[in-house]
């Protein structure tokens, strides 16, 4: 996984540009220290060569504390900091997992924030004083009493390595940046708040310094010789404990616009929020699991009426998605379900919660918002705001001493990013020799020499810059590695698909999440370029209690959308362009297709529309009749029909986006692998018919351009895939998924499923296009493989829409035969229409379900209720310190000290079970793709 994030997204630059972009300190405090004795003796101290790695622990720590102390002494004369903060060994004591099979997390050491002692405090609750307490990094079965340090808490890792004799520097430096990017990416997994961290490498008496944003890493491209004097290295060392141990939290990765609900608020009063790094904070309020913790998030919102930008306050009362948190070069989404703060600060604005959703957009894309404007759209989650973050920085600021926006080019200094060159990355960093000065060894070495020290004439306060020298390097441009924190706020309130009642309910919410689709295509010029389950919710049309059942659906998630300012441009020929020759030969070749086909004959009278259909080009009218000898015409028909009606729609002035100027451009594929078309995951048409010489949508090399016929057969895989592993109403999977002990039929639905959503792209592709690709004579009333293979492989509660699920195929087929404008500007009424049809037909039917569905369909009414009464009670009693929050696929029991997601407090990505998912997600019985992807990402 961590590999994944951040193969090419490595950027080295010197220690004296990282330092003095990212570690200032203040020098009358900073010379104090070095020339302190002490700090000297203990830092001489961390050996060189020493016998044991371990051995390296405890000297380390030592000499980090010392620094602090003499630094504090000197800086601040009270003793106080502005905030608690220890150097610690946790090799000793790692967090453990409940589970063998997971790798310990076992940082060498750490530093970390400390409470208050518990023996001081006037607001300590009735809890064991384990909970209060946090120098050890928290065992997931700490017994009470037990001293543990919290990953919640965990300011900085270590990894510490020793030189073996056979191994070399750069294996040794490979070797620890895997493990130190893995304990950075845990800390950045198990903080929501934390925008980026640091990390320390140091190989005996050779120091190393990261960075972890959503960019990548950034990392000195040579290590820092402690114990060097002469040339600064010691004085560097210290420099860095310092600023690692006296920056405001914001200057550390940690975001001042979030903070933690303190869980002893007082009954009456304004709600109590802390930052997580504060010394008040106990860690229940952090809450049984992640998901629990209720975190107040500031986001300032654009008064409609005034213009003004006015600082809400929103409360976010669950998670609904944290499994990106650790994502380091990404997007790294969040999801919570939130209620907004009456101005009193001591009550929630009454109504409907809201959804905050927080990524890491490309610096050089639009918000959601921007694609969701310029008006509502009905059927799309409605978006409030999408608002670019500033960071109040206690360094970082921009001309004017105004706050910089939260992005990681801000964030790295734009000095950095200027000189800063690819590094490499193979399962660790590999050592990096190009950034030296010339006359320089290779290996490490101090790197400090391009310090100039106060009786030089330095200004205090800062690093001057050295001189770089002729170096052999790339330049990092602000480009689309660079990324900006976001917050969208969406008002519209839902649940995901997989909680249908009923198949009326599963079918009504596709139907309405297309049309949301077709409102974004139509009216924004929008496609929206991400369609899965996890994007297709439903929520109530009036927030009543007595009114759950009454649902509409509704599509969400813009964050891989494209807009386009380019519109169709359609003139129909004359009836003079269409000779009477060109009709004649085309009706012809009617009369020869209607001989020579059993099936249903076409009507001559089409010719003119097919000509008409084909811009008046013969060649390619022939050879889109030839695709049809011998076989059921019904297609040219209807696609005669539709091209109609799509003539109509564009002669009375409507209006249809054109992706013609994207074609050229178009190199990134986006979507949910599972549900992707195999065209946009091949780059290639399907092989129908040998069809490329009639599609209207080809690029260059013959690739696919993304449009609307993708994305609606998007909607058709996911109503496919709930077919296949649904066993009724709600989220049951079918126990021949789960079983531990499956049959011969049960393993070829796990091979069917893992085809078409499990496997790699290139088997899904190729499972996909084998589909598409059927023989026409298969289709229709004759035998089809992909029946056979998987509507015939439906649970009997989801029998109903086979018929539905084949007609849809057949539909797209016929689409993608002649694809283009037309058929970009029709289809999502053509199977807008099919899903009416079908919901009409079954509107007064009454379908006998068996006990287990009728238990599922009562259950998942009731889930409805208990989440519209915890946010119910929310409004009437602000603080619902006994509230518990129904068991969910994310939150287990509440109240079960035995919930498998105590788990997630030592960082894991938890499934239902327990099981952790971001490194084993082979090593687990299948149970559900929302266990790998949550709604709204």
């Known amino acids: 996984m961590v590999d994944r994030d951040i193969s090419k997204a490595v950027k080295l630059v010197s220690p004296v540009e990282f330092l003095n972009a990212l570690l200032p300190v203040d020098e009358a405090g900073l010379e104090a220290v070095w020339k302190s004795k002490d700090v000297r003796t203990t830092i001489g101290k961390i050996p060189t060569s020493p016998a044991r790695e371990k051995n390296l622990y405890k000297p380390f720590v030592e000499a980090a504390n010392k620094i602090v102390q003499v630094y504090s002494e000197n800086k601040f004369p009270t003793g106080s900091l502005p905030y608690k903060l220890r150097w610690i060994t946790a090799a000793d004591d790692p967090p453990q997992a409940n589970n063998a099979e997971f790798s310990l997390i076992r940082p060498d050491a750490v530093s970390v924030f400390v409470s208050d002692d518990a023996e001081t405090r006037t607001d300590t609750p009735d809890d064991p004083p384990s909970q209060c307490e946090d120098f050890t990094i928290r065992n997931v079965d700490g017994k009470p009493g037990e001293s543990t340090v919290w990953w919640h808490r965990v300011n900085i890792p270590v990894e510490i390595k020793r030189k073996s004799e056979t191994a070399d520097w750069e294996k040794t430096v490979t070797q620890g940046s895997s493990q130190l990017v893995r304990y950075m990416r845990q800390s950045l997994s198990m903080q929501p708040d934390r925008r980026f961290i640091f990390g320390l490498l140091l190989c005996c008496n050779h120091l190393r310094v990261f960075l972890g944003d959503r960019s990548g890493i950034l990392t000195t491209d040579r290590p820092i010789d402690i114990h060097d004097n002469e040339n600064d290295g010691m004085k560097m060392f210290i420099r860095v404990i310092i600023a690692l141990s006296t920056l405001q939290p914001s200057d550390l990765g940690w975001d001042p616009n979030m903070t933690l609900y303190h869980i002893a608020q007082k009954q009456g009063l304004p709600l109590t929020f802390y930052p997580s790094t504060s010394r008040k904070v106990f860690m229940l309020d952090f809450g049984l699991d992640m998901y629990s913790a209720r975190w107040k998030i500031q986001i300032p919102i654009k008064d409609q009426s005034t213009g003004d930008i006015v600082v809400t306050d929103y409360v976010a009362t669950r998670a609904l998605s944290l499994q990106r948190a650790g994502e380091m070069a990404g997007s790294a989404t969040l999801v919570w379900v939130a209620k907004k703060l009456n101005d009193d600060k001591g009550s929630y604005v009454h109504g409907p919660p809201c959804v905050i959703k927080q990524t890491w957009h490309r610096l050089s894309r639009p918000t959601e918002h921007d694609y969701y404007l310029p008006s509502f759209l009905d059927n799309v989650g409605k978006i409030l705001c999408s608002v670019r973050v500033d960071i109040d920085s206690g360094f970082r600021k921009a001309a004017g001493s105004l706050p910089l926006e939260d992005n990681t080019a801000n964030i790295r200094s734009e000095r950095v990013v200027q000189t800063a060159i690819s590094g490499e990355w193979n399962s660790g960093l590999t050592q990096h020799n190009q950034y030296l000065k010339p006359g320089t060894k290779r290996g490490p070495e101090s790197a400090g020499s391009n310090f100039r020290n106060e009786k030089d004439g330095d200004q205090l306060g800062h690093i001057v810059y050295g001189s770089l020298g002729k170096l052999n390097k790339e330049v990092a441009e602000l480009n689309d590695s660079n990324r900006v924190l976001t917050r969208t706020v969406i008002e519209t309130y839902g649940w995901p698909l997989k909680r249908a009642m009923d198949l009326k309910e599963l079918l009504s919410t596709i139907r309405d999440a297309i049309r949301g689709h077709k409102e974004l295509y139509f009216k924004n010029n929008t496609l929206q370029r991400d369609v899965s389950q996890g994007n297709i919710l439903f929520g109530p049309k009036e ?255 989801f029998k109903p829409i086979g018929g539905l699920i084949i007609r849809w195929m057949e539909i797209l087929r016929a689409n993608y035969i002649v694809s283009g404008h037309a058929v970009q500007g029709t289809i999502h009424d053509q199977v807008l229409t099919l899903l009416d049809e079908w919901l009409e037909n079954h509107k007064n039917t009454h379908v006998q379900y068996s006990d287990l569905d009728s238990k599922a369909r009562d259950r998942e009414l009731q889930r409805r209720k208990d989440d519209y009464r915890i946010y119910d009670q929310l409004d009437k009693n602000s603080t619902g310190l006994t509230m518990r929050w129904p068991p969910g696929p994310r939150t287990g029991s509440a109240n079960d000290p035995k919930s498998p997601q105590k788990s997630l407090l030592q960082g894991g990505v938890a499934d239902s079970k327990g099981h952790d998912k971001s490194d084993h997600p082979d090593k687990r019985a299948r149970t559900d793709r929302d266990e790998t992807r949550d709604p709204f990402l």
């Open 543 to 797: 927030w009543e209690e007595s009114k759950l059942q009454d649902t509409f659906g509704f599509l969400i998630d813009l964050d891989h959308a494209k807009k386009t300012d380019s519109v169709v441009k359609y003139s129909r020929p004359s009836d003079e362009q269409s000779t009477d020759d060109a009709i004649r030969s085309v009706e012809k070749s009617f009369v020869r297709l209607n001989s020579d086909s059993q099936k249903r004959a076409i009507d001559l009278g089409l010719a003119p529309v097919l000509l008409r259909m084909f811009g008046n080009d013969m060649y390619t009218v022939s050879a889109y009749v030839g695709c049809y000898k011998g076989k059921d015409l019904k297609d040219i028909a209807y696609m005669c029909e539709q091209f109609r009606k799509w003539e109509i729609f564009m002669e009375r002035g409507g209006l249809q986006p054109s992706w013609d100027d994207v074609r050229a451009t178009q190199s990134v594929r986006t979507g949910t692998v599972a549900f992707m078309s195999g065209e946009i995951l091949s780059c290639k048409p399907y092989r129908i018919a040998n069809n490329r010489e009639i599609r209207r949508d080809l690029g260059p090399k013959d690739q696919p351009t993304h449009s609307s016929i993708h994305d609606v057969e998007s909607f058709f895989w996911v109503l496919v895939y709930q077919g296949l592993i649904r066993a009724g109403p709600g989220d049951d999977v079918r126990p021949e998924i789960t079983t531990a002990n499956p049959s011969s039929t049960d393993e070829d639905l796990r091979k069917i499923v893992w085809s078409l959503f499990d496997g790699s792209e290139e088997v899904v592709e190729k499972t996909k296009d084998n589909y598409f690709s059927e023989p026409l004579e298969n289709h229709g009333e004759q035998y089809s493989q992909f029946k056979e293979d998987v509507v015939d492989r439906f649970s009997p509660y």
